[in-house]
């Protein structure tokens, strides 16, 4: 029964948690949106400053919430990769400053990983195999998870991922940063249907499309243009229905995908993680068109699908069961794929 100090900083969350198993202790989160909102996007630099004005408080804020000490720390885990570095980096070093003066072992986080996990929080009995559908905004992908620390990449996105395509949509439609939320509340009151708007499809070498990678540059285009002919008409620009009929196309393609992939490698479990796990309309599909598969299919609680630390706590306390620990020479990395992950460890 390990209990994880966790800290998570590869984007524009300073997060930190104490986790036992797959049970959260506490789980704080220093959102960072009012500080990138007036760029429209995140700014690595303003984001690494933010991280390293937080840590600190987040990490005595994580003790007082649980109402634990040191004593019971059993390991301490920070994300390692993928992310931004420089943020990275702000978690990394607290974290294996820690290690070193606490004298507890240190285990670097593979984000996506972290993603993973976030689906034993809300059904600690899960069990591999099963494929996890990981959409945010930096990554698109069905991922084949064997067992803690054996991943399989079966689809992905070969241009944009699904969270930034709702960030330059919203843009299109003037509706400010972040895009999921605001598209999701104002995709409620329009018509889905209302726009015929591409879903990306991948060719293939020998004909046909790639039946689970995932394209949504076409789609953004699609959107952009079909804004530029609307506001050559007179009247007022549908917003709510361009918002509904983006999002229903987003969902129906990373549905179709995740539910073939799951009933070619006869998998029972589709479990779904990153911000993109949130959208209400994605949520219905999925779960409409798993019914009709006979397919179980798992969200995480909704504060567990933003990036947070008690996902990665999640996993590091998988890790550390196993007995796994990384060096503390481990640095950040801006990229690394899911299929290297026990390249963190040096005893497995």
Same mark, same amino acid.
């Given at each position: ?6 800290i998570?900083?590869?984007? !524009? ?15 704080v989160?220093? #959102? ?15 984001? #690494? ?5 937080? =840590?600190?408080q987040?990490?005595?804020?994580? @003790?007082? !919430? ?22 990275l ?30 689906s +034993? ?24 998870? *064997?067992?803690?620390?054996? +991943? ?11 969270g ?19 598209? !999701? *509340?104002?995709?409620?009151s329009?018509?889905?249907k ?6 990306? *499809? ?13 394209? @949504? ?11 530029? *002919? ?11 229905d361009?918002?509904?009929? @983006? ?28 911000? =993109?796990?949130a ?38 306390a998988?890790?550390?069961?196993r ?13 690394m794929?899911i ?10």
């Open positions: 029964m390990a209990q994880v100090l966790a998570e900083t590869s984007c !524009d969350e300073t997060s930190v948690a104490i986790v036992k198993n797959c049970q959260v202790l506490s789980n989160v220093t #959102s960072q949106i009012s500080q990138h909102q007036v760029y429209g996007g995140v700014v690595p630099e303003v984001a #690494s400053r933010c991280h390293l004005e937080t =840590v600190n987040a990490i005595a804020q994580a @003790f007082r !919430d649980a109402q634990t000490d040191w004593g019971a720390i059993d390991g301490i885990a920070a994300t390692c990769t993928p992310g931004l570095v420089g943020a980096l702000v978690g990394l070093t607290a974290g294996k400053t820690l290690a070193i003066v606490h004298s507890k072992p240190f285990l670097g986080i593979h984000h996506l990983e972290g993603h993973i996990h976030a +034993y929080l809300a059904e600690p009995e899960l069990q591999p195999p099963f494929l996890c559908l990981l959409v945010s905004g930096g990554h698109t992908s069905l991922i084949y998870v *064997k067992d803690c620390g054996t +991943y399989q990449t079966l689809g992905q996105t070969r241009d944009d991922a699904a930034e395509a709702f960030d330059k949509v919203a843009r299109l439609l003037n509706l400010g940063y972040p895009g999921g939320p605001v598209i !999701d *509340k104002i995709a409620r329009g018509n889905p209302a726009f015929a708007l591409p879903e990306g *499809k991948i060719s293939l070498p020998e004909g046909g499309y790639h039946p689970y990678d995932s394209s @949504f540059s076409g789609l953004k285009t699609a959107v952009m243009r079909l804004v530029e *002919k609307l506001q050559a008409e007179p009247g007022e620009m549908p917003i709510a361009l918002a509904a009929s @983006f999002q229903a196309t987003v969902a129906k393609s990373l549905t179709k995908r995740a539910i073939a992939c799951a009933t070619d490698y006869g998998l029972d479990t589709i479990v779904v993680g990153g911000g =993109v796990a959208n209400s309309s994605l949520r219905s599909h999925l779960q409409t068109a798993a019914i009709a598969h006979n397919l179980r299919v798992i969200f995480p609680p909704l504060k567990y699908c933003t990036d947070n630390a008690a996902m990665i706590g999640c996993a590091a998988a890790h550390l069961n007995g796994h620990h990384s060096p503390l020479t481990l640095g950040a990395k801006s990229r794929a299929a290297d992950v026990m390249n963190l460890y040096q005893n497995h």
